[in-house]
Structure formats: C-alpha cells, structure tokens
C-alpha cells in the first residue's frame, strides 16, 4: 500500500523566505502524487499535481514542487514567502487498485506559520 | 465552486446514537470519498466509492459503514456513535482517476 510522510508537523519560516515543506512516499509504482492546502476552517484545495509528466510541477500561488524518484520524495518549495501563506498543507499518494477502484492517501500534514 | 455539499454540517450527538452524514453531488463524478480529519492524524480515509454499489474500505472503516445508491449520493453511518468519533469529516469527488479532488466543506461531529 502506499503511504506518505511530511517531515516536521510546524514550519515556522519569516515573510519573504524560502519555503520548504517535505515529502516522501512509499510506492512500488509510479505515483501520481499531489500537495493539498488547507485555510482555517475550510476544506482543501489543490495546489499542485504530478501526473508523470514534468518532473518539476508548477502550482497555483507561487508553489512549486520537483518530482525525485530516486530520493521518492516531492517537496513543496516557494522562493518567498507572504502572510497569506500561512495554511496547513498536505502531501498526498493516488494508491490505483484493481477493478478501477482508486484512492488517494494523505500525510499527517505541515502547518505553516509565516512571521513578519 | 465544485457542486458538493454535506449534510449536516454540524451535529452533536450521544454515544450510542446512529448518525449518518450526507455527501452530495452535482457534478456526476465516478470517485466519492469520506475522510475524517483529527489534529495530529492529518487525513484518514474512511471509505470510498468508484462507482454506484461500488465501495471499499480506507484505512479507518471500523465502525462506519457507507452506501451509494446513487451518483451524486454517498452516505456515511456511524451505527453507534462513540466518542472516538468526535471528528470533522470530509466528502471529496473527482472525475478521474489523478484527477482533481474535491473537497465538502466539512461536517463537524461531536459525541458526548
């Protein structure tokens, strides 16, 4: 099955640095893998995709994240961070079954504070 | 705004109690999901659906039970309620598989 860790449950990073928020995965296959934000009090929303395409994906609002299958990892970067940014964000593993059943696992999330 | 709605969107219950939750649809999407969220645990799927009948369990299926007669219903069932229940829960749709998923806006459940 597959399955999915982010590194460090808080990041705390200042307005206008580097944010980086990490992923690895577990898969015996080529994943589909995803970065999901989440405000206070709503649902999530998707920030990004990796469908085997381009390795290093781009998302919505400044994110990025690069696809490494030797390192099975698919980190979260923006180069600079603003106030708005501050969110909880989950990293996430399309698990494919047989029979066309289809599922998709998630991490324990990274909250991000963002410091002025 | 993708058409999905759920149904209560806030519920305190007792232990012992059943209670089901309601995910609905407008968009005619094949992949329904039920998850619960806890702090700590990010979240947890509960169970889903690929199709009308068609279900199967996550990783946290003990004690809820789910039913999808319907496309643009999938119905989640706490036969008997319990404090380790107390949670949000979230119903989410996608069209396709690795296709966007989209999320309910959440049904907070508490079980005194």
């Known amino acids: 099955a597959q399955s999915v860790t982010q590194l460090g449950s808080h990041v705390s990073v200042s307005e206008g640095a580097l944010v980086l928020l990490r992923c690895n995965y577990s898969?015996?296959?080529?994943?589909?893998l995803f970065w999901y934000v989440q405000y206070p009090n709503q649902g999530l929303q998707l920030l990004l995709k990796y469908t085997s395409a381009a390795t290093l994906v781009k998302g919505i609002n400044g994110f990025e994240a690069e696809f490494k299958k030797s390192e099975t990892s698919f980190h979260l970067t923006k180069p600079s961070a603003h106030m708005s940014d501050a969110a909880e964000y989950f990293c996430a593993v399309s698990d494919l079954r047989q029979g066309g059943s289809e599922k998709l696992v998630f991490g324990k999330g990274t909250k991000l504070t963002v410091n002025p | 705004d993708a058409g999905i709605t759920q149904s209560p969107r806030h519920k305190v219950t007792e232990t012992g109690t059943p209670v089901t939750l309601r995910c609905h649809q407008t968009?005619?999407?094949?992949?329904m999901y039920w998850y619960r969220q806890d702090p700590g645990h990010g979240l947890r799927l509960i169970h889903y659906s690929y199709g009308v009948k068609d279900t199967d369990k996550g990783e946290v299926s003990d004690g809820y039970s789910v039913s999808r007669s319907k496309t643009e219903d999938f119905l989640l069932t706490l036969e008997s309620a319990t404090s380790s229940q107390t949670s949000v829960y979230f119903c989410?749709?996608?069209?396709?598989?690795?296709?966007?998923?989209?999320f309910g806006e959440g049904s907070r459940l508490t079980v005194l």
């Open positions: 968009e005619n999407h094949r992949y």
């Open positions: 989410a749709i996608r069209d396709r598989v690795a296709g966007e998923l989209f």
């Open positions: 898969s015996s296959v080529p994943p589909y």
